[in-house]
T-cell receptor
Framework: QKEVEQNSGPLSVPEGAIASLNCTYS??????FFWYRQYSGKSPELIMS????GDKEDGRFTAQLNKASQYVSLLIRDSQPSDSATYLC??????????????FGKGTHLIIQP | DADVTQTPRNRITKTGKRIMLECSQT?????MYWYRQDPGLGLRLIYY???????NKGEISDGYSVSRQAQAKFSLSLESAIPNQTALYFC????????????FGPGTRLTVT
């Protein structure tokens, strides 16, 4: 099983609709979860972090975490063409002999259709 | 604005050459990271450093070395470049208090011919 899994897409959503992006992870010990946005040819940009079960809202973005199901999601309300990008899910990877840092999914390519 | 910068932004080099990629940051963060990104493989951690005296291998460190010259500077070297090291390389930083909230530089596109 891959450590962090995302559907690569493309996910096509009409402008103004809600875009829903999903991510599953394999390490039950992970405690920190992030969503990064990456425009083509640019660097990843941190847009959301979530550390506890439930929802966290920031403007048009809502991150949802369900540790029991090992599932993280990102909702984008009132989608805009400028939201078209690749969204990377990232999960902390604890040390203990392995690399300490973030493990990234391969990303979901989101397209907002005007 | 506090920032993460990388030089060069683009580099083409030949097989067997030594090359250094440099990263500087003005965020005041203590932790620095080097990643590479390949189509279909995502972001993978090469090396990371928690302070000047602390260097750690990531998941794909073979063929690479690093130097942490100062808190704000972290360099990645390819001692003898090979074509499969062609990739987009990113430096990232994070703060001790929020170690997993990482901030990325603009990237270096490296091509090894």
């Amino acid at each position: 099983q891959k450590e962090v899994e995302q559907n690569s897409g493309p996910l096509s959503v009409p402008e103004g609709a809600i875009a829903s992006l999903n991510c599953t992870y394999s390490d039950r010990g992970s405690q920190s979860f992030f969503w990064y946005r990456q425009y083509s040819g640019k660097s990843p940009e941190l847009i959301m972090s979530i550390y506890s079960n439930g929802d966290k809202e920031d403007g048009r973005f809502t991150a949802q975490l369900n540790k029991a199901s090992q599932y993280v999601s990102l909702l984008i309300r009132d989608s805009q063409p400028s939201d078209s990008a690749t969204y990377l899910c990232a999960v902390n990877k604890r040390g203990g002999g392995g690399a300490d840092g973030l493990t990234f999914g391969k990303g979901t390519h989101l397209i907002i259709q005007p | 604005d506090a920032d993460v910068t990388q030089t060069p932004r683009n580099r083409i080099t030949k097989t067997g050459k030594r090359i250094m990629l440099e990263c500087s940051q003005t965020k005041g963060h203590d932790r620095m990271y080097w990643y590479r990104q390949d189509p279909g493989l995502g972001l993978r951690l090469i090396y990371y450093s928690f302070d000047v005296k602390d260097i750690n291998k990531g998941e794909i460190s073979d063929g690479y070395s690093v130097s942490r010259q100062a808190q704000a500077k972290f360099s990645l070297s390819l001692e003898s470049a090979i074509p499969n090291q062609t990739a987009l390389y990113f430096c990232a930083t994070s703060d001790f208090g929020r170690p997993y909230e990482q901030y990325f530089g603009p990237g270096t596109r490296l091509t090894v011919t």
